[in-house]
Nanobody
Framework: QVQLLESGGGLVQAGGSLRVSCAAS????????MGWHRQVLGKQREFVAG???????NYGESAKGRFAISGDNTKNIVNLQMSDLTPEDTATYYC???????????????????WGQGTQVTVSS
């Protein structure tokens, strides 16, 4: 089993900053990428940012220039530093990890995406 434990959500005023973190644990062989999506009730889940094991990052349009993703491969942790927050950033933020559970899966290029339970970020105006 793989667990993704998110932390750091909360309430912040517009213009403020917040950092959310996610730690992966359990039985797996290799993490390919980790990242963050967010979702507002009634809307589709939106990609926020991702980081590969090699450190390559990419961002959704809403995050570019304001959010920064970082990771620690030794601890299987990913962080999302969010700045200049607006009420439109209010959402549940979900951590995800794309990983190979076994060496055999890794060798064959087979991966599975896991999701965390989500952490709420609320930005007040």
């Amino acid at each position: 089993q793989v667990q993704l434990l998110e932390s750091g959500g909360g309430l912040v005023q517009a213009g403020g900053s917040l950092r959310v973190s996610c730690a992966a644990s359990g039985n797996f062989f290799n993490i390919d990428t980790m990242g963050w999506h967010r979702q507002v009730l009634g809307k589709q889940r939106e990609f926020v940012a991702g980081i590969s094991r090699g450190g390559n990052t990419n961002y959704g349009e809403s995050a570019k220039g304001r959010f920064a993703i970082s990771g620690d491969n030794t601890k299987n942790i990913v962080n999302l530093q969010m700045s200049d927050l607006t009420p439109e950033d209010t959402a549940t933020y979900y951590c995800s990890a794309v990983l190979s559970e076994t060496a055999s899966q890794y060798t064959s290029g087979r991966t599975t995406r896991y999701w965390g339970q989500g952490t709420q970020v609320t930005v007040s105006s």
